[in-house]
């Protein structure tokens, strides 16, 4: 199985790329920022729960996350691979993720961070607050206070792929075609 986890900052071409990803190598794509989403759409406990986190750009709880991907990953065990997009988010989601694909006798193959600098996403993310309607995209104190999240209780999992020596930085900035280029630079080496 071909599974990665697609790492970066907010506005750094995680849903992008997870998608050409999905397309080329036949994976299956999970978002945890796009189910919580649609559980908020839904109007449903965890939705409603979840709200209150993402509207400010904060993280939601650990167990609300994991307890959710326990299920799509068991569903999902024998496709041919898994995308992985804003999870895991702290180190208690990676350790998680780990213990999760050893009970299905499956593992990650690589983490990729998408390195963007700051003004590049903040920029990303003001063009895109015109159409997307999304409520953390809305204002520049949640875009900013998304980013601090990241530094702080994100990017410290880089670390723990490293330790593994399952982290690879891709560079995130050019046009989609050229990054998605790097992308499957790095992800063919990892093709049975
Ligand atoms: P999530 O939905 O994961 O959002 P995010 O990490 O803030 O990232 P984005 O989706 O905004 O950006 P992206 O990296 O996917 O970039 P995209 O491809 O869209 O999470 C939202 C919230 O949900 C979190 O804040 C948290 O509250 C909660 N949450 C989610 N997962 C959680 C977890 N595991 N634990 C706890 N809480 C969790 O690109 C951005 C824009 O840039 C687009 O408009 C795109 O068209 C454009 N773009 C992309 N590439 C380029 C390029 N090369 N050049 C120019 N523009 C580009
Ligand atoms: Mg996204």
Redesign the pocket.
Known sequence: MLNIVLF???????????KKLVETYDLIHF????I??AEITAKTQLGIL?KT??D???????D??IGMMRNKIKQNINAKGLVF??????IP?AESLDKLLIENDISISTMLM?DVKKQ?LIN??Q??AEH?G?T??ADINIINN?IE??EKQTLPIADFYKKQNKFLLIN?????E??FGRIQDAVNPFLN
Do not use: M, N
């Not at 400010?56 to 650990?62: A, H, M, N, Q, R």
């Open positions: 970066g900052p907010p506005g750094a071409g995680k849903g992008t790329h997870s978002s945890t920022g796009d919580l989403r979840a986190a993402i400010k750009g904060e993280l939601v709880s650990d609300i996350v997009d804003g999870f895991p988010r702290t989601q998408l590049e990303r993310l063009k895109r997307s999304r953390d995209d998304r999240v990241y995130g900035i050019g046009s989609i050229t990054i």
